[in-house]
Nanobody, 116 residues
Framework: VQLVESGGGLVQPGGSLRLSCAASGFAFGQWNMAWYRQHSGNVRERIAT????????TYVESVEGRFTISRDNAKNTAYLQMNDLKPEDAAVYYCNAPSLTGGSDWGQGTQVTVSS
């Protein structure tokens, strides 16, 4: 399993970013995908999930209505569209296939900084 996150950066409050997660080494289309974030010194938190077959999505309350998770099975890629970013969204963002990896096989993540 290999997961490569990209798309992070510095953005002003209220701005947007789109994160990408390129996956390889497994049958991407058969597994739920999730985005996580980790604030400095805190535990990694799952914030969004997209199911494998019907594309159903779930979110934690703190990002509901602002973030959108999606997937392109033809490209083995998951995405996280983040709108109306707030300073508290600043974190390192990771993707994973939680049911497959059991919480292992993390990529390097992508840093999101929200600051004016």
């Amino acid at each position: 399993v290999q997961l490569v996150e990209s798309g992070g950066g510095l953005v002003q409050p209220g701005g947007s970013l789109r994160l990408s997660c390129a996956a390889s080494g497994f049958a991407f289309g058969q597994w739920n995908m999730a985005w996580y974030r980790q604030h400095s010194g805190n535990v990694r938190e799952r914030i969004a999930t997209v199911e494998a077959y019907d594309g159903r999505t779930t979110y934690v309350e703190s990002v509901e209505g602002r973030f959108t998770i999606s997937r392109d099975n033809a490209k083995n890629t998951a995405y996280l569209q983040m709108n109306d970013l707030k300073p508290e969204d600043a974190a390192v963002y990771y993707c994973n296939a939680p049911s497959l990896t059991g919480g292992s096989d993390w990529g390097q993540g992508t840093q999101v900084t929200v600051s004016s």
